[in-house]
């Protein structure tokens, strides 16, 4: 309880002792001071004070009572204070209480964040791994599918390029053998030629093939010698010069006086030049066609470069990405007009690796195509790629 400490004086007679009062009074202020005009009697709040009590004192006491009124206010304030600081103190316990849970608060919620975060990151991861095998999936599933179609292309291909020799070769027998004593000698050698000539064909088609699986399975074996290059591009002019004349081209030979020796597999070299020329030759008619043989320097040794360029048909740009591809021909239809597997120009650039060359081709549709052979005068060691050489 709150109450004040208050004096209170009757008016002065003179002579007499005029009484003093005390009084301790519960009161809401803590400081009045006023003086009634009517009663002349004058207040005075002394100060805050705890508890009620009552003091008489003579005028001689005033400033005794005085004193008392201000120690007990003093030890009213003491006490207010002390219960102050203990309601600080219980207010900073409370706010050291408070302080203390704020803190797990932000903890658990550091760590509800933190693993959030990391569930967040292993589902990303999580979803990423499975993308990524969704992707290799498709891959898989691409690349068979891709592999079943070349199957099929193959099958169709070889079961039409084979059976047209085939037929030839079994027709002409037939013929043969129904009229043995009516054929002529002229007629003979004629039909015979035919037959023979139908078998090669019949035999390159299986050989082709057969190369084609091997290199694939890494079975291949190489035969290196040394040899004239000027005699073996002799060689393959002569081959492909009936395949020209059938399509009323020209063939022209340009050699560099320089040409050497050069150590190589001198079989397939040829096969490639023959490659090469014969298919210059099929999709030109009436045309040009080119051999330029010349030695080159290059960073990594002395090279030949055979260059065979014709003013034929040319190649679909759309084409070329797939021009090396096995099985792979810019007709593929069944009544393309130009036949073959499709496997020529890919042995092309099987043979050229293994002999440490290259093989690169430009074309223009409708005005024809050159094709660039770079092969070593003398090759690294196969054996090195892993290559079988039965000489070196």
């Known amino acids: 309880m709150i109450v004040a400490a208050v004096a209170i004086a009757g008016p002065l007679v003179a002579g007499a002792t005029t009484p003093l009062w005390l009084l301790l009074l519960p009161i809401a202020a803590v400081s009045v001071h006023a003086t009634s005009a009517a009663t002349g009697i004058t207040a005075v709040v002394l100060g805050v004070a705890a508890g009620a009590g009552l003091f008489i004192a003579g005028a001689g006491s005033i400033a005794l009572s005085a004193a008392v009124a201000i120690a007990a206010v003093g030890l009213f304030a003491a006490a207010e204070q002390r219960r102050g600081e203990a309601r600080d103190d219980a207010l900073r316990r409370r706010e050291s209480e408070l302080a203390g849970v704020r803190s797990e608060l932000r903890d658990l919620r550091a760590q509800h964040v933190a693993g959030a975060e990391g569930r967040l990151v292993a589902l990303t991861r999580a979803n990423q791994a499975l993308q990524s095998e969704v992707e290799r999936g498709r891959r898989v599933l691409e690349q068979a599918l891709d592999a079943s179609r070349t199957k099929t292309s193959f099958l169709l291909k070889i079961s039409h390029e084979l059976r047209t ?47 084609l699986a091997r290199l694939e399975a890494g079975k291949f074996e190489l035969q290196i010698e040394e040899f004239a290059l000027h005699d073996l591009v002799h060689e393959c002019v002569a081959a492909v010069t009936p395949l020209a004349e059938r399509g009323h081209n020209k063939l022209k030979l340009k050699l560099s006086r320089e040409l050497g020796t050069i150590r190589s597999d001198r079989t397939r070299l040829r096969q490639v030049v023959v490659q090469l020329l014969g298919n210059a030759c099929k999709f030109t008619h009436g045309g040009l066609v080119e051999l330029r043989v010349e030695p080159m320097v290059t960073p990594t040794g002395p090279v030949y470069l055979l260059s065979v ?77 892993g290559i079988m050489v039965s000489a070196f």
């Open 309 to 385: 360029r014709d003013n034929g048909v040319g190649i679909d740009p759309a084409y070329m990405p797939r021009l090396f591809t096995p099985f792979s021909q810019a007709d593929d239809s069944p009544t393309r007009r130009f036949g073959g597997l499709g496997v020529g120009l890919a042995l092309c650039r099987h043979y050229c690796n293994l002999l440490g060359g290259d093989i690169s081709a430009e074309s223009e549709l409708g005005k024809g195509s050159v094709f660039r052979v770079q092969v070593p005068a003398t090759p690294r060691d196969p054996r090195e790629a």
């Open 165 to 211: 020799p085939l037929n030839a070769i079994v027709g002409y027998t037939e013929l043969l053998l129904e009229h043995p004593d009516e054929a002529e000698p002229g007629e003979l050698q004629a039909d015979l030629t035919r037959i023979l000539g139908a078998a090669h064909e019949l035999l390159a088609l299986i050989d082709s093939v057969l190369d």
